[in-house]
């Protein structure tokens, strides 16, 4: 994961790079399915002079797509949890939503084999027990039923 952060108006960095390290590893963890290479987060803590609240601003830059997330607080270690905290909550729900549309895709592939299988049988057996297809389609005449009219019938 490439990582990139700058500190505006911020004086305690180390605190903050102990923090932010620690979160990296619990994300790592969660995109461990993408390249390492791929990976981009750049985070900006910055101080509002006017209230004096911290603030940490995130962006996760994926192959899929960028995630942003922002966390507000009293200390700059509270806003980079809040941040953190949203962003792993957007990668847990972005992973759930692939693994669905994963799985419909995948159940849509057995349906069409199975359905494609199913119509190959029901041809052979349809050849075999003696099935007359018109030229509309339809499967509506069986041919005993055609040698029992001409035996039948004056």
Request: one cysteine or more; charged letters at 25%; glycine letters at 4%.
């Amino acid at each position: 994961m490439k990582l990139s952060i700058s500190y505006k108006h911020v004086e305690a960095q180390k605190p903050v790079e102990a923090e932010v390290e620690r979160h990296i590893s619990k994300l790592e963890k969660l995109l461990q399915s993408y390249s390492p290479d791929l990976v981009q987060l750049h985070g900006t803590f910055a101080k509002n002079p006017r209230t004096d609240a911290k603030s940490c601003t995130l962006n996760l830059s994926l192959p899929t797509g960028t995630l942003h997330a922002t966390g507000t607080g009293e200390s700059v270690r509270t806003s980079c949890k809040k941040a953190f905290g949203e962003l792993v909550a957007q990668v847990k729900k972005a992973s759930r939503e692939a693994a669905e549309r994963l799985r419909v895709e995948a159940e849509t592939a057995d349906r069409k084999h199975r359905s494609a299988f199913l119509n190959q049988r029901t041809a052979k057996i349809a050849n075999l027990s003696g099935l007359v297809r018109l030229a509309s389609g339809s499967c509506r005449w069986w041919r005993l039923r055609a040698s029992y009219n001409e035996k039948f019938t004056p």
